[in-house]
């Protein structure tokens, strides 16, 4: 009963000094491991597109094709096959080109990642999200008449820079007319100072004629 019993601890004793110790450790060891980001919606519709080409691949199984050409494949299985595969592969490959056509023709990389920037944007807002009222004559009136709005902004801007475009050519053109003027002014000008020079010259021949 002396020494050995002291070392006994009391099994509540034990376990209230451990608890928070090893729930601290089972927290840390969770909360140490970084949560994966979401996909992108790029990355999802390349997912999508290729768990598309793996469905059709196994529609269209090798066991379905040797059926279709039962008896070309009981004379030529390793031709059949060979013929499959590369059915098969470029039919895959031509689906990707296709569809790589459509996201560079309608810009679909840069589409997506612009929806998932705007959406990551939203989550940080604390203004809550447009709902429709349930009255459908207030939801388009809400949603068209700031768009309206807008656009008659704009249109009087470009009406202010037409105006402004229309004054200064009319400006070139009473510029022009002016000089015009002037120019017909010198013209009739230099046309009576010609006549009256040659006039002069005609007399004074005449003069110098007459003696003979």
């Known amino acids: ?44 519709f390349t997912t999508v597109v290729d768990t598309f080409l793996e469905k059709l691949v196994a529609a269209g199984s090798y066991q379905r094709f040797a059926n279709c050409y039962r008896c070309f494949y009981k004379l030529q299985p390793e031709m059949t096959r060979s013929i499959y595969d590369q059915f098969i592969s470029q039919l895959q490959a031509s689906i990707k080109e296709e569809i790589q ?61 037409k105006e402004e475009e229309n004054r200064k050519v009319a400006e070139s053109v009473l510029v022009g007319r002016d000089r015009i003027a002037e120019l017909q002014q010198l013209i009739e000008a230099r046309k009576h100072a010609w006549q009256a020079i040659s006039k ?13």
């Open 1 to 44: 009963m002396g020494g050995g019993g002291g070392a006994v601890e009391r099994p509540d004793m034990a376990a209230a000094r451990s608890g928070p110790e090893e729930e601290e450790e089972a927290a840390g060891g969770d909360g140490g491991s970084p949560v994966p980001a979401a996909p992108g919606r790029a990355q999802v």
């Open 101 to 161: 056509e459509v996201k560079d023709e309608g810009n679909l990389e840069v589409l997506f990642n612009s929806l998932d920037k705007i959406v990551e944007e939203a989550k940080d807002q604390e203004e809550p999200a447009w709902r429709p009222s349930g009255i459908p004559e207030e939801d388009v009136r809400s949603a068209m008449v700031p768009y309206l709005l807008k656009h008659r902004s704009y249109l009087r801007k470009v009406l202010k820079e």
């Open 200 to 212: 002069e010259q005609r007399e004074l021949i005449r003069t110098f004629r007459e003696p003979q």
